[in-house]
């Protein structure tokens, strides 16, 4: 080992020395293309900068880089950088030994480079470093180039260089050989100044915008030396594809075992049915629906196939149907949910214009049986449903999957990421991701699908809920001119919080009404009880009671009637926020006039809620005693709330666009209209 070692070492210094000489080959045998012209002064007025490149197209960097500033190279501590590092050093820069670790976990001196580049910087020193981190994702711009320009204070500056002729490796990143005798373009993009007051959601949208440059720097190289940047694409960035043209990973063997193992343990299926039907999580009268046998005959025509979880992605796709209906009048709709409460919203909301049947269990022989009875045309799913046997058993059948509204959360990227395995053969057979927001579309795109697009969130463009004129003026006569607080989507954990925060409002404001609205109305009666026990008087809307002047808190443990509720209340705390569940919507509330209250676990809405939070248009709350007296505030101030529902709108129109974007694109995935 030492002898190699030895020899490894001695060698480095020659093989630098080669390198830095083909470099020099490069450099003198091609033609010269630079955007800035003299990019050697736009860079001399950003100095000290921070240049940022590629890693599968940085081999012309040190030579091309501006000859009037002093220069550090970021360089990573393996063999491989050591050799780099040494043919660096010819151009008379210095270097930086260290880097990210990607998704690695051993160090790889992070923490140093970024103390040195730091130190160097305000030394006026500028520093060249690759922009996406080994082992990869290739062209995702990771979070430590914007951290150093945040605590440096000195400027981003994309720069890319590309030659005529070249050779790309297949590696993570297409390692770019450039060859001799080329055109050479030296691209210098604007910079990008990171504020150090940015916060984490600030600095995603700073790292978004070195990404996008980085693209664009790199796209303009390319084309000035009269070749594409097709030909140096990552793998995980291949081109739209379609639904016969994707490439498709072969299944692997863990998820072959996960198929035959589902079809081996189908015989406990009517016992798990039977368990939660007892449980009222299930219909007893449409079990063979999840078993893969439908109980509605399909009707002529071309069809789509939507799939939605539960609320909340039902909620997604419901505005999207009267829409591809008015584009497409001759398409039939088939709705597939999975809970109750969804089925539910689905014969109120949207009977008129959807077949729904529940989705069946995730076996391979009832996927199959299910999809060779509706032979739909298209397949579109919501937000976050991959399941393998659905998502397989729908490729087989060569029908086109489209994932719509697509979000994930950091956890569960690392743990696709950690299953490639299983992962990639799943995702690359999506032909169509319309992600949420940018690091959700990264994401996807790294987990093997390739046509993905940031579409925003479909919630953002959805009308408001409902609201039953006819509910809403019984309910307001039983309330009368009480005060109203509205506790909505509350989930276990959280309604002891909201009975004491009613108990503190109620010192102040004596005449109090709150109305308790559980994310599942089969907790309705527990919660009675548990509240009883407390000496709260509560009314149950299940049972058909209203609200009267003697109780304290109403319970709406019905589906369906959010909109009512909202269309009555001034203030809403909205649930599954104060336990670690991710929050629920809050556009609903918002869309109604209605002033918004979230606890800090409101993550599956982050990007909403970061916007309704930078225009000031909802508030944060971490407890009873906070609930109490901003909502207690906002109740006795009628210009605040006011104040409030404005800026929240104006938080929520940068976000619209979804709804158009999505229609569009699942009417050009379906069979051409006929005459």
Request: charged share 25%; proline share 7%.
């Amino acid at each position: 080992m030492a002898k190699t070692e030895k020899k490894s070492t001695l060698l480095a210094p020659l093989v630098s020395g080669i390198l830095a000489g083909y470099i020099k080959l490069v450099y003198k045998t091609s033609r010269k293309i630079c955007e800035p012209e003299h990019y050697g002064k736009y860079a001399k007025e950003h100095h000290p900068f921070i240049g940022a490149m590629w890693h599968g197209q940085f081999l012309m960097g040190p030579i091309t880089k501006p000859t009037n500033i002093t220069t550090a190279i970021m360089v990573a501590k393996h063999g491989d950088g050591d050799i780099i590092g040494g043919a660096i050093e010819h151009f008379g820069m210095k270097l930086i030994r260290g880097g990210g670790a990607g998704h690695r976990k051993r160090d790889r001196g992070g923490m140093r480079a970024l103390r040195e580049s730091l130190r160097i910087l305000k030394s006026g020193t500028t520093i060249g470093m690759t922009a996406d981190v080994p082992p990869g994702p290739a062209r995702i711009v990771g979070m430590g180039i914007v951290t150093i320009a945040r605590m440096s204070g000195r400027p981003i500056l994309p720069t890319a260089t590309a030659t005529s002729r070249f050779h790309a490796f297949n590696t993570w990143s297409r390692m770019t050989l450039n060859l001799p005798f080329s055109k050479l373009a030296i691209v210098y993009g604007e910079p990008i100044n990171v504020p150090r007051e940015a916060t984490e959601d600030e600095l995603e949208t700073y790292r978004q915008l070195v990404q996008d440059r980085m693209n664009d720097v790199t796209t303009r190289a390319y084309e000035l030396v009269g070749r594409s940047t097709d030909d140096i694409r990552p793998y995980t960035l291949s081109p739209s594809a379609t639904a016969s043209s994707a490439p498709r990973l072969p299944v692997s063997i863990p998820l072959k075992i996960y198929r035959t193992m589902t079809n081996i343990l189908s015989f406990t299926a009517p016992w798990i049915l039977r368990k939660r039907e007892q449980l009222h999580k299930e219909d007893p009268t449409r079990r063979n629906e999840r078993l893969g046998r439908p109980t509605t005959p399909r009707p002529q025509g071309p069809l789509i196939w939507f799939h939605a979880a539960s609320v909340g992605e039902t909620n997604a796709i419901l505005p999207i149907l009267p829409e591809l209906r008015k584009e497409r009048p001759d398409t039939q709709i088939l709705l597939t949910t999975g809970t109750l409460t969804s089925a539910r919203l689905v014969e109120a909301r949207a009977s008129d214009i959807a077949i729904h049947q529940f989705i069946p269990l995730d076996v391979q022989k009832f996927m199959k049986r299910f999809i060779e009875h509706w032979k739909p045309d298209l397949a579109v799913i919501a937000e976050s449903e991959i399941w393998p046997n659905l998502i397989l058993e729908t490729s087989n059948a060569k029908i086109p999957l489209l994932l719509i509204n697509a979000r994930m959360s950091k956890k569960s990227f690392r743990s696709w990421k950690k299953y490639g395995v299983i992962s990639r053969p799943l995702f690359s057979r999506l032909d169509l991701v319309l992600a949420q927001t940018p690091r959700i579309t990264d994401w996807y795109k790294f987990l093997g699908s390739t046509d993905v697009h940031t579409t925003g969130n479909l919630k953002v463009d959805a009308p408001p809920p409902p609201v039953d004129l006819d509910k809403q003026l019984i309910l307001q006569q039983a309330i009368g001119d009480r005060p109203l607080f509205l506790a909505a989507s509350t989930h276990p954990g959280e309604d002891m919080i909201i009975a004491d925060a009613h108990r503190k409002m109620a010192r102040k404001i004596p005449d109090l009404l709150t109305i308790l609205a559980p994310r599942h109305p089969e907790r309705g009666i527990s919660i009675s009880e548990e509240f009883r026990e407390t000496g709260l008087r509560t009314a149950l809307r299940s049972q058909n009671e209203l609200p009267k002047a003697s109780h304290d808190i109403y319970i709406a443990d019905t589906i369906g009637e959010l909109g009512t509720l909202y269309s009555l209340s001034s203030v809403a705390f909205i649930g599954g926020s104060l336990v670690r569940h991710g929050g629920q919507n809050p556009l609903e509330a918002i869309k109604l006039d209605t002033a918004v209250l979230t606890g800090p676990y409101y993550q599956n809405f982050g990007d909403i809620y970061q916007s309704l939070f930078r225009a000031r248009g909802a508030i944060e709350v971490t407890s009873a005693e906070e609930i109490a007296e901003i909502a207690t505030n906002l109740l006795q101030n009628g210009t605040e709330i006011n104040e409030i529902r404005l800026k929240a709108r104006k938080g929520l129109a940068v976000l619209t666009g979804a709804l158009s974007e999505t229609v569009n694109a699942i009417v050009e995935h379906l069979p051409i209209e006929k005459d």
